[in-house]
């Protein structure tokens, strides 16, 4: 068997092939902080970027590799294809992290060799060791990606990975990246890797997969069967298209039944020792987290992390429930973090108060991210009795939205009912700090914000997605809003949340357009569609 860690590693993509997700696309100091409760999560490698996209993204993953790849935190990796100008790019990225790997990759399916690299196996396997060797001068960790590996001609995989291992790398990525394979084909493709190469023994074996036919979570379970011994996911499974395994729903399933996968470690089944390094108690954090910042909301029914997963609505369920949990519940819900939602703090609680909650929920804020987090407390206070861990984390995510913020949202009023016709007028400050305000009718009250907004914005656009959800139960909960807006077939995402429905939609409309403005959601290269000159040439 491939060389093995004893458990699985988590390898985190959601800020790389997450943030290829259509409109999810993430400022700076949105990746830190999510690469921030990557890090308190437990992954043990964190794939920060592609830093040869642009400067935002280089920038981003240097910040990372800094801030969060310290010590024994995660190992920080970035992602370039394999040419010379990508893996140097990526190698100046990663740099400051005191564990760094380079990640690169070439496609080895006939299909796209023919159409997309116009290039012969031949070339292809002369390419992979030059560029992991080029590579490991940079670096001791090496990742090498065979692209497309489920529709590739498994022999040819063979002689590919074994070029790539004799070069140096000391892990091999077997993607399914359009989502094709079935469980028992991944997992026999696996099988036949850790069999058929000679060096395999000096790698460890790792999975990538997308879910176009809903199956990358069982590609991957069937996988660690056969030796894989790194998973490569995301939070809330987002992703290109369908999106890529879910490390919720990897992490829990290796968890919840883990006397059935034990063995497949050399492990007694009964062995409690944990088959991955997750904090699964930082599980929901994380996912809401991710769904606050990358716009992308969590469907209701989604496996783990769905607001319904742990509801058990139905009269049969709470009686079976109530007389003992095991007959209807797999996971306890604390064991993912969804603790009773537990009423923390009021009105009249001070800002040490504030602040010990907020680091007893993991945010260790700067001085004035504090200072600015106890005003909203102070001001929601105001307005709502009691204020739960969940509108405390409502609280820390919007401010992390905005930090560079071009447009400040200074006054929404609304005037609205059955008789009539839904009126608003907002105030926005621009950049100098000059206030401008604008009135507007509309459809009903959020139209009529939206409407005045855009008047005094100037910026076209086009609403596509408006969704409002309660941060908490009660009359008194925030409601949260994820609005997405597109320009030009790009998408921009806005969260905000505020007891008063319209102040949030306002808000994360203008959340949304301050991204649209600081063209957040540019098409940056696309490290697997767009074919550099770079690729084809892998010298320069
Ligand atoms: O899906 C895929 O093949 C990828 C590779 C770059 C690993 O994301
Ligand atoms: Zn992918």
Known sequence: MAKDPGRVLIFDTTLRDGEQSPGASLNLEEKLAIAQQLARLGVDVIEAGFPFASQGDFAAVQ???????????????????????DIKACADAVAPASRRRIHTFIATSDIHLEHKLRKSRAEVLSVVPEMVAYARSFVDDVEFSCEDAARSDPEFLYQVIEAAIAAGAGTINIPDTVGYTTPSEFGALIA??????????????SVHGHNDLGLAVANFLEAVKSGARQFECTINGIGERAGNAALEELVMALYVRRRYFNPFFGRDADSPTPLTAIRTEEITKTSRLVSNLTGMVVQPNKAIVGANAFAHESGIHQDGVLKNRLTYEIVDARTVGLTDNRLSLGKLSGRSAVRARLEELGYDLTREDLDEAFARFKDLADRKRDITDRDLEAIVSEQVQQPEAHFQLRLVQVSCGSSLRPTATVTLADEDGQDQTAAAVGTGPVDAVCRA????????????????KSVTEGIDAMGEVTIRLRRDGQLFS????????????AQAFVNALNRLVAGCGRQPLHPQRDVALADLRPGI
Not at 192 to 205: E, P, Y
Not at 453 to 468: C, K, M, R, T, W
Not at 498 to 505: F, K
């Open 453 to 468: 907004l855009n008047a005094l914005v100037g910026e076209p656009n086009e609403l596509i997605e408006f969704s409002v």
């Open 63 to 85: 910040r990372i590799a800094q801030q969060v790849g310290g010590g024994e935190g995660p190992i920080i990796c970035g992602l370039a294809r394999a040419s010379r100008a």
């Open 192 to 205: 036949g890797i850790d069999s058929h190469v000679q060096n395999i023994d000096d790698a460890i074996l």
């Open 494 to 505: 806005g969260h905000s949340a505020d007891t008063d429905v319209v102040v949030a939609a």
